[in-house]
């Protein structure tokens, strides 16, 4: 059995730091970005498209539709073949070898390869200290315009979610482990994490 983290979180909270790290200790392999990489080859749409699909879903209106993206008739035919090729690039990924993947809604899409799944998030003077840090030059947004950022960023994460899953964004009860970043350094964390993660598959495979 492939050992497959997944990795959800709130804009601002380092998940994707969780992530690499967690990667890098585990000496798996990462996904993140490279999942649009793949599919803009895949399909040739342009990487900002796609991400910008991946991140902001489908219209509101197609939500109670139903859970497969295959019976979709309203969406646009583009933004139907990205989210059916991200599923089938996932199950690729996680049917290959060890891994970890960040976003995605991978924990829902990857269910019946019985990941972990890490749920990353912090408060909100945290998230907009790290938005800051991380901020390219020309990004020069004030506090408030970071915050309705962020808020933006994880409201259309969590209905991009509800698209592809009955269950709920952020919920904890659907996690195997939430990580608040708020007040730590990440590094300082990873071997633990890595520790958590080794035992919780021991225990699955026993």
């Known amino acids: 059995m492939n050992k497959i983290i997944t990795i959800s979180r709130e804009f601002g909270s380092g998940g994707r730091e969780v992530g690499k790290r967690l990667a890098d200790e585990l000496k798996i392999a990462y996904y993140d970005r490279e999942i649009i990489t793949q599919i803009a080859e895949e399909t040739g749409l342009s990487e900002q498209y796609i991400q910008a699909i ?3 879903g489908v219209p509101k209106q197609a939500f109670h539709f139903g859970k497969t993206f295959t ?5 646009q035919n583009t933004q139907t073949e990205i989210l ?3 599923q089938e690039i996932l199950k690729k990924i996680a049917s290959t070898g060890n891994c970890i993947i960040v976003g995605r809604g991978a924990d829902s899409i990857l269910r019946q390869y019985n990941p972990i799944n890490l749920f990353v998030y912090s408060d909100m003077k945290s998230k907009i200290n ?6 390219e030059q020309k990004e020069n947004l004030t506090d408030k315009e970071l915050e309705k950022k962020i808020m933006q960023i994880d409201k ?7 698209l592809i899953s009955s269950k709920e964004w952020g919920n904890k009860n659907n ?5 608040n970043t708020a007040g730590i350094e990440i590094k ?8 958590y993660i080794e035992s919780y598959f021991k225990f699955k495979k026993e």
């Open 175 to 179: 996690y195997q482990l939430c990580i």
């Open 71 to 75: 019976n979709f008739s309203i969406l």
């Open 54 to 56: 991946s991140e902001k």
């Open 130 to 135: 790290r938005c800051k840090i991380k901020a």
């Open 188 to 195: 300082t964390i990873i071997p633990a994490l890595a520790q």
């Open 84 to 86: 059916v090729k991200q």
């Open 156 to 162: 259309n994460r969590k209905n991009y979610y509800s």
